[in-house]
């Protein structure tokens, strides 16, 4: 079973373009990030914590305007 951890709201269409999702395998948590696209990218938290992927995601989305 996935949680959605963050929602991006790109444009207005109500639903969220880009979203992240976690999971947790063999005791492990696995970050989804569903692109909006049909594009998934799939992080380990071994690797990488909740708040590396948002900011991963954020850059990837926004660019540097931040």
Sequence with gaps: MRLLEKV???NNSGLGDVRIF???IF???R???DWGNG???MYS???YK???VEKLV???VFGDRE
């Design 58 to 60: 954020e850059q990837k």
């Design 22 to 24: 976690s999971d947790r």
């Design 27 to 29: 005791c492990y948590k």
């Design 31 to 33: 970050y989804h990030v």
């Design 39 to 41: 594009n998934e990218t």
């Design 45 to 47: 938290s071994l690797w």
């Design 8 to 10: 991006y709201q790109i």
């Design 50 to 52: 909740l708040p590396e």
